[in-house]
């Protein structure tokens, strides 16, 4: 006889055991997917904690890089002299800024070999100890007078000069390229050459076609900027300036209008006239004196070759004066084509014509002409520039060169 337990059993498929399981799956599975979101979440908070302490740390250097600053501009400024002597481990004799000469202590931490007479160093206010070594530097305008990108303009953009762009090869490019050819003879190269001619002849535009077809340094400065308002800042400017010449070798210095600083020498009651000439004493002595020039050239240009002192003219320093005269039929013929060369025109335009109203006029003045000439076909929206523009561009050209001389216009187009 059956048992009562054998008799009453569950059924094998009782509806109630399948939900439950179910239901116990499903919360098993949203604890998981909830487990990974907050673990992702966890992660981009860790990482955005380390970029925030990143942050904060950047922020901290910058605070104190600031403070750093405002501490050293509060601090009194210090005064430039120079080491006259050094004594012993502890003591030199310094000259101040205002020429005033002092026995200091110096810091031990600077190094022996840079205390040195001769040597720029900062001094303390107060006490007038060396506090540090400064570091040569250049005049600003010194250092920017260096060239670092060539000029565009070439030999070939300029009309007429052939004999004087032979004359600069020779005395600038020749010695540089081929020492040799000097030494074989037993003769110094020229030291410099000396461009003058009436203004818009091409000086400057032949000393930019010199440095466009050298490889060495070029140095390009105006005279007006070594005439300086404190007494020896004009000289200290000139040495400076042939120093970073020698230093930059083989190199061509090239200055501009220098009869600013040229003129000849008289007895004048200004400082400022007794300063100029100052300038220009040690502008001679750097030409010729007891250092050598080495690799280095020198070109100048002026339009008043008259009231050059002499002394700057003499071989020597500057041993080929090279003359660029008014533009001849010749020279304006070959001027007029580079300049139109790229220039679209109709066939109406003869530049034989063109040379027979323009004489007298410069280099500078024949570039105005065309371009004139060229703004009245762009004015007029047309493709071509036509004789009526070039007569116009003539008229303008002439009736400006007429004012300015106060003369009544003369040409043949007028």
Not at 40 to 66: F, I
Not at 88 to 93: F, G, K, M, N, T
Not at 260 to 282: C, F, N, P, W, Y
Request: overall charge negative.
């Amino acid at each position: 006889m059956a048992s009562d337990s054998d008799s009453i059993q569950p059924p094998d498929d009782d509806p109630s055991s399948h939900k439950v399981g179910s239901i116990a799956e499903r919360t098993l599975q949203d604890i998981e997917h909830e487990f990974e979101i907050l673990r992702e979440q966890a992660q981009q908070l860790l990482s955005e904690k380390l970029d925030m302490e990143n942050k904060v740390a950047k922020q901290k250097q910058k605070v104190k890089r600031l403070e750093e600053e405002v501490r050293l501009m509060r601090m009194p400024p210090h005064v430039v002299g120079n080491i006259q002597d050094v004594l012993d481990d502890e003591r030199a004799v310094v000259r101040s800024s205002n020429g005033t000469v002092f026995l200091v202590t110096y810091n031990r931490g600077i190094e022996s070999e840079m205390m040195k007479p001769g040597a720029r160093v900062a001094l303390n206010q107060d006490t007038l100890s060396i506090i540090d070594v400064l570091h040569d530097a250049w005049d600003p305008l010194v250092m920017g007078a260096e060239m670092f990108e060539k000029p565009v303009t070439t030999f070939s953009d300029l009309g007429g000069l052939d004999e004087q762009i032979s004359l600069i090869k020779e005395s600038i490019e020749l010695p540089l390229k081929k020492p040799e050819a000097f030494l074989d003879f037993g003769i110094e190269p020229p030291a410099g050459v000396i461009l003058v001619g009436p203004p818009g002849c091409g000086k400057t535009m032949l000393a930019k076609a010199v440095a466009n077809s050298t490889d060495c340094t070029f140095i390009r400065l105006v005279a007006s900027e070594l005439a300086q308002k404190y007494i020896g800042e004009g000289g200290r400017m000139v040495r400076e300036l042939f120093d970073l010449a020698r230093e930059r070798s083989p190199s061509i210095v090239f200055i501009d209008e220098i009869d600013a600083i040229g003129a000849k020498r008289l007895d004048s009651a200004t400082s400022g006239d007794r300063e100029v000439q100052r300038t220009l004493m040690q502008l001679l002595a750097e030409l010729d004196g007891f250092d050598s020039l080495c690799d280095v050239k020198f070109i100048a240009a002026t339009n008043r070759p008259d009231i050059l002192d002499e002394a700057l003219l003499r071989p020597g320093r500057f041993d080929r004066v090279i003359e660029i005269p008014i533009p001849n039929e010749e020279a304006r013929a070959s001027i007029l084509k580079i300049h139109m060369t790229k220039m679209p025109i109709t066939k109406g335009v003869s530049i034989d014509n063109l040379v027979l109203g323009t004489e007298g006029f410069s280099g500078a003045e024949l570039k105005a002409l065309t371009v004139e000439a060229g703004m009245c076909a762009i004015r007029d929206e047309r493709k071509k520039a036509t004789k009526a523009d070039f007569t116009a561009a003539l008229k303008s050209v002439v009736k400006k060169r007429a004012e300015k001389r106060g003369e009544a216009p003369n040409s043949l187009w007028s």
